[in-house]
């Protein structure tokens, strides 16, 4: 198998292990699933007929191959909280998440890097030491807790951004309009999640140019008198981009659980707040497609990060056996 | 370890360690009691808002001068104890300058009244709606509360005023206070940072000590169920187990360490395939010490200094994810941690409120442990690989 392929096989594997823990994980809890929606008044009939209907009453491994062969169909049956399909619940949510996650990512990809090199490059400047202290804040402080701050002084005491939700009650009519308001909702929660993300980009960055700036070919590219531009672009930056992937791929189950909690901050409608709202409130067929579709997210995210990487640095294309 | 002494983190987390233990008996009453009105401020912020008070009047003392110089208290309420039934007599409440005194309430056994009753509002002439507290103490100036009328009174007569300041830290939207919050909280967040991590340890040292000396496929299946671990979503887990298997302590404890345990795993394997071909296990090997000693007395012992640092270094992550959970709501209600203030904070209008004061003092002890573990962690890693010092180059 070549490098391709074996990182496709890499990622079915994990996601069909992450349908078995989704499976298992809402099957195995104590308790009947059902008992949570029957009245105890039910007759048995109607017991055993809600059982039918939710595919209960079959052994386990057929009711595990309907599970996965519903779930990879994107259908994931009828939230017990709202008496609706899932699939509806979740089809408004899910872009408002990818909006959420995708804008602070790459804002905060963008700003780290561009910190990280000027830092690595002005070494024992003010900006170095700022770059380092924001990083140190970010892993020490509880994302909550700066995200509340945040909604604190700019949603309540300086009532600049909305305190919650993503549109206004009523939304406001016209496109632009709505626009504009579905902007502001969505300010503060991006701009936190960027606040909070830089740092740690940027002092991986800074690292990382500071090595690749003591190496021997960078001596070589200046003895041979390129500009500072080219070097900086030619040769430093395109060195760091396959460990920037790699970085990149690491950090995503953690962002992604941090949509839970910013989310939850900042009263979105979205799928994090989604998941919470199901587990809280035991509505399991809700809870399994949205760790699902998160999972599934995460899965997708590693493959193509491990296919850019392939692209980025041919080398890892060659090399035999697992990671 | 003698410069231990010298690391402020040391000094910072016996503090805490000792405020966990004793801290409880820095307060008269338990942290779940209310005592205060709900959002009162901390007591050094705006001076111009009234402390709270108990005005109370007793045979001995059948009337009293109040000396007021705040805004109205935020409430107010009057109780009056006595043995003696209808009296004919009343309680009154004389404002600053005014001629004619105000009856408060008839003396009689029993009387209770609070400011925000209808009634109450009512029988002194008030509009229905605001707390009564708003126009009694509509002045700035000397009150006088005293009883009518000739005679013994045997009982009292207790007038609660509710200021908008409370003790040092203020209270939080139900009237308890906070300081008593938060020194109930530092005993959470220790328990689960170091109870958790140090189950975590043991696992990734076992899963790891295993994986390296086998290898085969132990290790193969070690290390992949590590891959994956490592590549789903954590916190969606945790809050799926946690809302599964209960809320309680040791529940989160012992879901916490079952998914942190990787990072152990890894570091103990790659030491252990370094170690695993060095001449003297070969020999030990050749001298016919089986597995299981050889694990014991020699692999072992050189985890030691690593796995202490790695220790140290896991616990704010343990720390951060209880927090989390708690801040979910996804922790039992009846323990106080600093991850459910936060929890109650948001959920419970101290944002309408604008009450700071909930959200400071858990988020910056949350951040203050994590800082004080990531110190020492630091310091036992410069111990364990001197190359890591300052100003020391390999």
């Known amino acids: 198998m070549n490098y ?33 929606i029957v009245d105890p008044r039910f007759s048995p009939e109607a017991k055993e007929q809600l059982r039918r209907v939710y595919g209960l009453d079959k052994p386990l491994p057929v009711q595990f191959v309907l599970y996965v062969k519903s779930t990879l169909s994107f259908d994931f049956g009828i939230s017990f909280l709202t008496g609706r399909p899932v699939m509806d619940e979740l089809r408004s949510r899910v872009p408002n998440t990818a909006i959420l996650l995708g804008t602070s990512l790459l804002l905060s990809a963008a700003l780290g890097t561009w910190l990280g090199i000027k830092a690595a490059l002005r070494r024992g400047s003010l900006l170095e030491r700022c770059v380092l202290w924001s990083g140190a804040l970010s892993f020490s402080f509880p994302s909550f807790f700066i995200q509340l701050l945040l909604l604190m002084l700019f949603a309540s005491m300086i009532p600049i951004f909305p305190l919650r939700g993503t549109l206004s009650v009523p939304p406001p009519p016209g496109g632009a309009a709505l626009l504009v308001d579905y902007l502001r909702h969505m300010a503060l929660p991006v701009l936190s999640l960027v606040l909070l993300g830089f740092g740690g980009w940027a002092i991986y960055v800074r690292n990382l140019t500071v090595k690749i700036l003591g190496e021997d070919f960078i001596l070589m590219a200046r003895a041979r008198g390129l500009p500072r531009k080219n070097i900086l672009r030619g040769h430093v930056f395109r060195t760091m981009l396959p460990p920037l992937l790699t970085i990149f791929l690491l950090s995503l189950p953690g962002i992604v659980s941090g949509a839970v909690i910013t989310e939850t901050v900042f009263s979105l409608h979205g799928v994090g707040r989604f998941l919470l709202e199901a587990v809280t409130g035991h509505d399991y067929p809700a809870a399994g497609a949205a760790f699902f579709l998160l999972s599934l997210l995460t899965v997708a995210c590693n493959l193509l990060s491990d296919l850019l990487y392939g692209v980025a640095d041919p080398r890892v294309r060659l090399e035999r056996g697992n990671r | ?44 912020i705006d001076r111009d808002l009234p ?153 990734g040292t076992s899963l790891g000590l295993a994986s390296g000396y086998l290898g085969g496929w132990v290790d193969s299946i070690l290390m992949r169920i590590v891959d994956l671990l490592l590549s789903i979503p954590l916190l969606p887990v945790l809050m799926a187990l946690a809302a599964l298997w209960g809320k309680g302590l040791w529940q989160l404890v012992l879901i ?41 007395k020699h692999l072992l012992p050189e985890t030691f200094p690593v796995l202490l640092a790695t220790m140290t270094l896991g616990v704010p992550g343990a720390i951060l994810s209880e927090a989390g959970l708690s801040f979910l709501g996804l922790s039992d209600p009846r323990v106080i941690s600093w991850g459910r203030m936060l929890h109650e904070a948001h959920s419970f209008g101290a944002f309408t409120a604008g009450a700071w004061w909930m959200l400071l003092p858990p988020g910056l002890g949350i951040a203050l442990l994590c800082l004080v573990f990531l110190d020492l962690g630091k310091f036992l890693e410069e111990r364990v690989d001197p190359r890591l010092r300052k100003g020391v180059r390999p």
């Open chain 2, 1 to 44: 370890m003698r410069d231990l002494r010298t690391r402020w983190s040391f000094w910072c987390l016996l503090l805490m360690v000792l405020t966990a233990l004793f801290g409880g008996r820095l307060f008269d009453a338990p942290p779940e009691r209310e005592v205060a009105a709900p959002f009162s401020k901390p007591l050094w």
């Open chain 2, 51 to 203: 402390p709270t008070k108990e005005l109370r009047l007793t045979a001995d003392a059948p009337s009293l001068r109040v000396d007021w110089r705040f805004a109205p208290p935020s409430r107010f309420s009057i109780r009056i104890d006595s043995s003696a039934g209808e009296s004919g007599r009343f309680v009154e409440w004389r404002k600053p300058g005014a001629l004619a005194p105000l009856r408060l309430a008839p003396l009689k056994a029993g009387f209770e009244a609070d400011g925000r009753d209808i009634a109450f509002k009512r029988s002194l002439g008030l509009p229905p709606f605001g707390d009564a507290s708003a126009s009694l103490f509509s002045e700035q100036g000397e009150y006088e509360l005293s009883l009518s009328g000739e005679g013994d009174f045997d009982g009292s007569v207790v007038v609660k005023l509710e200021g908008g300041r409370w003790g040092v830290l203020g209270t939080d939207q139900r009237g308890r206070d906070i300081a008593a919050l938060f020194v109930a909280g530092v005993r959470v967040s220790l328990i689960v940072g170091i109870f958790a991590t140090l189950l975590a340890t043991f696992l």
């Open chain 2, 256 to 296: 916490l360490s079952i998914f942190s345990w990787m990072g152990t795993a890894r570091t103990v394997r790659a030491l252990v395939l370094t170690l695993r071909d060095a001449p003297y296990i070969e020999g030990l090997r050749g001298l016919g010490a089986p597995s299981g000693y050889i694990l014991r």
């Open chain 1, 4 to 36: 391709w392929g074996r990182r496709i096989a890499g990622a079915l594997l994990v996601l069909g292990l992450v349908l078995a823990l989704n499976f298992l994980l809402f099957r195995l809890m104590p308790g009947d699933p059902v008992a949570s």
